[in-house]
């Protein structure tokens, strides 16, 4: 399904071909996520993604971009995680030339004027207010940073207001050349394309000689230091948003799969056990679903739900509940199988979109150095057995290693302290 070809400077076309599909997607992905800043920076990558469809040579203005793309019918955006930054544009495969000369031209060209930065300030600074005003969203922040504690990788992508605020042109330009390099992107596209076409394609419009070589970098230590096990944010809120869970896995360790079939089993889809006990039995929950957030050296296996204001700690207890009984009790072959079928099968549906299949080849490839077929994850998630599920469960979920956080209209973090108990 993918192909690799490394280029003379070091800059990786991957391809992943795609039946039955007219379309194709062009992506840049570039190891500079949040987890490579500074505090005094903290924000800066996100800041520089919006900066990117400012205007560079050939299309000088955001609206050129916009008309280039949108002229033809396709789709165009971007994306900033802790360990990855992507640029993206989606098209009729007939129109691949105009979405690889749009995408270049920002990579390679983009000018990031002064004028432009002060109007994405104020752009910026109103995402960092939709995310306070979106608590589902800004609850899943404030676990991360309570169980990473203050370092890069448990902070905010989107950053501070002062960093917001203060962040001017030769940050953007230091911070590009420092992680905009070669070694440290490349170029994937999916869909209706064949590879040597598509090197030959990368070749000239991401000529050798316009990627600068920056210098060497590595992210900071993902290592756990912690913080507090109970966080509150109080807000007069109708519906109360909490996350509770547990350090997990780093995305190359040998449970990782178990892992995943674990948190789906726990509450991956509308008859797992936490949205029957906690919605449908308990009625306390509106949403309600468990995951893992999966990075190069660390991990998080998390529930998250919408709960009635009123009964919030009865749902915390529901929720440690499940997590006790699945640490205890070995899960059923039949709800092992079904938890793997799940998975597999929402694998196959999102490879059914040429994006998609871009974004698992490049960062597979990206991050860990390898390309990673269906085939190859299915094999591992069959692998995983009954008492797996249990080993792993009761190695993450031991007593005292739950955090807890919470957005709603509370005052009071010691009501919350006997929820974590086993």
Not at 138 to 159: C, K, L, M, S, Y
Not at 262 to 280: D, K, P, Q
Not at 359 to 380: P, S, V, W
Not at 398 to 412: F, H, M, Q
Request: aromatic share 10%; proline share 2%; charged share 30%.
């Amino acid at each position: 399904m993918y192909r690799k070809t490394i280029l003379a400077n070091g800059l990786r076309v991957i391809t992943g071909s795609l039946e039955g599909t007219k379309a194709v997607t062009c992506l840049v992905l570039v190891k500079a996520g949040s987890r490579y800043e500074t505090k005094d920076i903290n924000g800066i990558s996100h800041f520089l993604e919006h900066m990117f469809f400012k205007g560079a040579e050939k299309f000088k203005t955001a609206k050129a971009v916009s008309e280039a793309i949108d002229g033809v019918g396709g789709d165009f955006n971007a994306f900033t995680g802790k360990e990855y930054a992507g640029y993206y544009v989606k098209v009729a495969s007939e129109q691949k030339l105009m979405a690889l000369d749009v995408l270049s031209d920002m990579m390679l060209n983009a000018r990031f004027d002064q004028v432009e930065i002060e109007k994405e300030r104020g752009v910026i600074m109103e995402e960092f207010n939709m995310y306070q005003d979106t608590p589902m969203y800004q609850v899943a922040w404030n676990f991360e940073r309570a169980i990473f504690g203050d370092q890069p990788i448990g902070w905010d992508e989107v950053g501070t207001k002062d960093v917001i605020k203060s962040l001017q042109r030769e940050d953007f330009v230091k911070y590009k050349e420092m992680l905009y390099m070669p070694e440290n992107m490349l170029v994937c596209i999916a869909g209706d394309i064949e590879h040597d076409e598509a090197v030959k394609l990368v070749e000239k419009y991401f000529p050798l000689e316009k990627i600068k070589k920056g210098v060497s970098f590595s992210a900071f230590d993902g290592a756990a230091i912690g913080g507090d096990k109970i966080t509150l944010q109080s807000k007069k809120t109708e519906q109360a948003h909490l996350v509770c869970g547990v350090l997990g896995l780093p995305a190359e360790h040998p449970d990782h799969y178990v892992l995943k079939v674990l948190a789906s089993v726990l509450g991956g889809n509308m008859s797992s056990r936490m949205f029957s006990a906690v919605r449908e039995e308990k009625g306390l929950a509106y949403y309600i679903s468990t995951g893992t957030e999966d990075y190069m050296d660390t991990g998080i296996m998390f529930t998250r739900a919408g709960v009635d204001v009123n009964r919030i700690t009865d749902a915390v207890k529901a929720i440690v509940m499940e997590y006790d009984k699945i640490r205890h009790v070995e899960i059923s072959e039949a709800e092992l199988k079904k938890g793997k079928e799940f998975l597999k099968g929402k694998l196959i549906l999102s490879l059914e979109d040429s994006e998609e299949v871009a974004q698992m080849g490049a960062r597979h490839e990206l991050l860990y150095g390898k390309l990673r077929t269906y085939n190859d994850i299915a094999k591992e998630i069959d692998a995983v057995k009954v008492s797996d599920i249990k080993r792993v469960a009761a190695a993450l979920l031991k007593d005292d290693a739950l955090y807890l956080s919470v957005i709603g209209p509370y005052e009071d973090k010691a009501m919350f302290e006997g929820c974590l108990k086993f």
